[in-house]
């Protein structure tokens, strides 16, 4: 998406289903999650941009897989990546935590805890006039990250962070999984016509080869089930779901 003249983000995918997004400016990129090195690279090079700094959602390989090899490359970047994970993600140069507040670009970015995914995964949250999110893999289109080190309890308190942010936030995840998603979230509601129509659309853009993501919050409001259970209760039961889905 196009902020103003000067600022983008751009989205690389890699791998079967991850995507790289660099928010940049006409001289420097901030890399999220960058899950490969070379892409960056090149992209980089291309277009005669300098790394400013790396952040780290979290500590899974497929986020931090390219890292290293930047800080090869670039030795000055800032690497930014929670307190918490300092044997994880060992090469950290600027530790955060929930409530820290950053300026990169020339931007003041926040820093958000959303534990469930991992016991320690951030988000991170610039409030521009349109206010963005890079969520990792907390929340994806249509669905929520999977729940491998905290609780579902977690998990369903940091969806509520999110949902508590502007309506009109954008948020960008790590990973394409949106029409598998939608899939299985019809399964659980059949009858819902605003699934069955979004899943005409995300069909539309792949088969045009095009991201589904970003999303708007307030878009996601009306598809995610996750984001709509308004109970732990229902939150567990679509989770657990969702985890045995095929
Ligand atoms: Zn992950
Ligand atoms: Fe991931």
């Known amino acids: 998406m196009e902020f103003n003249k000067?600022?983008?983000?751009?989205g690389l995918r890699v791998l079967s289903d991850n995507v790289i997004w660099l928010w940049k400016n006409d001289k420097y990129v901030v890399v999220i999650d960058p899950a490969l090195s070379q892409p960056v690279k090149e992209y980089?090079?291309?277009?005669?941009l300098k790394l400013e700094a790396i952040l780290q959602t979290h500590h899974h390989s497929d986020h931090i897989g390219g890292t290293k090899e930047l800080i090869h490359e670039w030795p000055n970047v800032k690497v930014i990546a929670s307190a918490k994970e300092k044997d994880r993600i060992p090469f950290q140069n600027l530790s955060v935590k929930h409530g820290d507040k950053l300026k990169l670009l020339d931007e003041e970015v926040e820093v958000i805890e959303v534990i469930g995914h991992t016991r320690s995964h951030l988000a991170f949250?610039?409030?521009?006039?349109?206010?963005?999110?890079?969520?990792?893999?907390?929340?994806?289109?249509?669905?929520?990250g999977r729940v491998f080190e905290g609780t579902y309890k977690q998990m369903y308190n940091s969806l509520k962070k999110i949902k508590s942010l502007p309506k009109n936030t954008l948020i960008y995840c790590a990973?394409?999984?949106?029409?598998?998603?939608?899939?299985?979230?019809?399964?659980?509601?059949?009858?819902?016509?605003?699934?069955?129509?979004?899943?005409?659309e995300v069909k539309k853009k792949i088969a045009l080869k095009e991201l589904t993501i970003p999303f708007l919050l307030k878009e996601e409001l009306k598809i995610n089930l996750f984001l709509r259970a308004d109970n732990l209760k229902r939150f567990s039961y679509l989770r657990a779901n969702k985890d045995s889905w095929v």
């Open 6 to 10: 000067e600022q983008q983000i751009i």
């Open 125 to 144: 949250y610039f409030n521009n006039e349109t206010p963005v999110l890079f969520v990792g893999d907390t929340l994806f289109s249509a669905g929520c």
């Open 175 to 200: 990973h394409e999984y949106t029409k598998s998603n939608l899939l299985w979230a019809l399964d659980i509601e059949p009858e819902n016509q605003t699934l069955k129509k979004k899943l005409i």
């Open 44 to 48: 980089l090079k291309a277009n005669d």
